[in-house]
């Protein structure tokens, strides 16, 4: 979308999140970094409330319990009732069994439009062999392209795939961002941030595909930015943020680096 960046700090969308416990104050400031508003409702006595009066609902199963599972179908339902975007990060899906089960529940429940995994998460979600090492990527044998292809059919969604190569598909186009740093991985919490980062461009735009393309070319940037000026963990997660904060259409678009795959 022309001018991606600047209308997602015009508009400053609500973007609620049922979220992560260990990453939620990360989730919190990069999407208002980017320019959103945050909320983080996870009460089954509120959360459909708070959809409703929301642009996009970011789902992520970091710290799951049976109650947060609760409500986050309460709230995927609330947010399809209402045509907004429902972004679910399925974190650490293939580390154990009931992470599978609660990630397949919602997935049953109610419709999501954006999934976003690493390679294993979605792997093992599209039902190959795959192992996930905590909530961390393993390597898979199936080729991420066509996984990201199926899976976004077989769901009618859009799938993301995040790692060294991200990958984005609707079903239709196959998309590889190949923007982003290695320092990004030293850091927890770059991947719960990108699905807030998702869902926040995606309450502009409808084209879910293009929405998540434009959130993680503009994320990577940013982390090729910081990367510059980092001599390390924790002076890059200083400067990402910064690099957000200062970033612009005009600096980041010619730096963005994707790549249309045939499959």
Known sequence: MKDALKK??????????????????????????????????????????????????VLNIGTL????????????????????????????????????????????????DIIKGNYSEIAKLAGENARTKGVEATSINADPFWLAKNLAISRSCTVVMTGKEDIVSDGSGIFSIKNGHAEMGSIVGTGCMAAS?????????????????????????????????????????????????????????PMINIESVDG
């Open 197 to 253: 980062i998702i869902g926040s461009f995606a309450a502009l735009n409808d084209d879910f595909c293009d929405a998540a393309i434009d959130a993680l070319s503009f994320f990577g940037v940013a982390g090729e930015l910081a990367a510059v000026k980092s001599t390390g963990s924790g002076s890059f997660k200083m400067h990402l943020y910064d690099e957000v904060s200062g970033l612009t259409d005009e600096k980041a678009v």
């Open 65 to 112: 319990t049976s109650e947060l599972i609760e409500s986050m179908i309460i709230s995927a339902k609330a947010a399809n009732e209402k045509q907004i975007p429902v972004v679910l990060d399925i974190v650490g899906v293939g580390a154990t069994q009931f992470r599978n089960q609660m990630a397949a529940k919602i997935l049953d429940s109610a419709h999501v």
């Open 8 to 57: 997602l700090r015009e508009a400053k969308p609500l973007v609620h999140h049922i979220t992560n416990w260990v990453t939620i104050y990360d989730c919190a400031n990069i999407t208002r970094a980017f320019g959103g508003l945050p909320v983080m409702a996870h009460a089954v006595e509120e959360c459909a409330d708070m959809t409703k009066i929301s642009s996009a609902l």
